[in-house]
C-alpha cells in the first residue's frame, strides 16, 4: 500500500515506508540523545568538572600535609630553638618596673663621663600587636671625648637601647643654666633619641602563638 507524505500519521505507522521508518527513527533517536543531555547530562557534566577540580585541590592539599608531617621533627626542633632564642632575648628586654633604673643608669653613664644633662625626658610608649617602643630624648652637654665615651657606654648597658636622630652642635651662652656654668673651647651639646622596647606578652605566648598557627596550618 503506497501512502501519500501528506497520509503519514503516527496511527498508521505500520505502513510508513522503511526508508520513511528510518529517517524517523534517527530523528527521534538524536532527539532523545538532545533532551538527555540538555535535561539531565548537561548538569552532570557540570559536576563532574566540579569534582575534577576539588579533587586536584584536595590532591594539593593532601601532598601540602604529607610534606608538613614528614618535615614535623625538624620543625618542632627548630621551634624549640627559636623560643630558646626568644626568651634569652626577652632578658635584655626592661619590665615596666625597671624602666626608671634604666633612665637612671643612662643619667650615671653621663655623670661618669663628666658631662652635664640638658634634657632626659621619657616619651609615650609607642604599642604595636605584641611590643611597646619606648623612646626617650636626651640632651647632654661636654667634649667630644667623654661624649663618644657616653654613647659607648649607653650601647654596653644591660638593656637593649638603640641611639636615633642625634644632633651635634658647640654650646652657646643660651644653652647654660644663669651663667652658673662657663663655655669651655670644645663643648658640644649632643641631642639624641634613645630607644628600647618592652615585650606585652607573657614570655610563654610566643611558643602557644606558633603553636596555634601551626595547627591552623593543618
Known amino acids: 500500500m503506497n501512502l501519500n507524505v501528506n497520509e503519514l500519521t503516527l496511527d498508521n505507522m505500520g505502513l510508513w515506508p522503511m526508508s520513511i ?3 524517523f527513527g534517527l530523528l527521534l533517536f538524536c532527539a532523545i540523545l538532545f533532551s538527555g543531555y540538555w535535561f539531565d547530562g548537561k548538569a552532570q557534566l557540570a559536576r563532574l568538572s566540579t569534582l575534577r577540580a576539588q579533587q586536584e585541590t584536595l ?3 593532601i601532598n601540602g600535609k604529607q610534606q608538613q608531617a614528614v618535615n614535623l621533627a625538624a620543625y618542632r626542633n627548630q621551634l624549640k630553638e627559636l623560643n630558646r632564642v626568644f626568651k634569652e632575648l626577652l632578658q635584655y628586654l626592661p619590665k615596666p618596673s625597671e624602666i626608671p633604673g634604666l ?6 653613664a653621663g655623670l661618669a663621663n663628666g658631662l652635664s644633662f ?4 621619657p616619651e609615650q610608649e609607642i604599642k604595636t ?14 667634649d667630644y671625648h667623654h661624649l663618644a665615651k ?5 650601647a654596653e ?8 636622630d642625634f644632633t651635634l652642635r658647640p654650646v652657646t651662652r643660651e644653652d647654660l643654666d644663669n651663667d652658673i656654668q662657663k663655655v669651655l673651647a670644645g663643648d658640644l651639646i649632643l641631642t639624641i633619641t634613645a630607644k628600647t622596647w618592652r615585650y606585652l ?3 610563654d605566648s610566643f611558643a602557644v602563638q606558633r603553636n596555634v598557627q601551626y595547627k591552623n596550618r593543618r
Open 201 to 203: 606578652g607573657s614570655p
Open 21 to 23: 521508518k528510518i529517517i
Open 118 to 121: 640638658k634634657l632626659i625626658k
Open 59 to 61: 590532591l594539593k592539599t
Open 129 to 142: 600587636n605584641f611590643y611597646s617602643e619606648l623612646p626617650v630624648h636626651i640632651a647632654v652637654m661636654g
Open 157 to 164: 648597658l644591660d638593656y637593649i637601647v638603640t641611639l636615633h
Open 150 to 154: 657616653f654613647i659607648s657606654a649607653v
Open 103 to 108: 633612665l637612671e643608669n643612662i643619667s650615671k
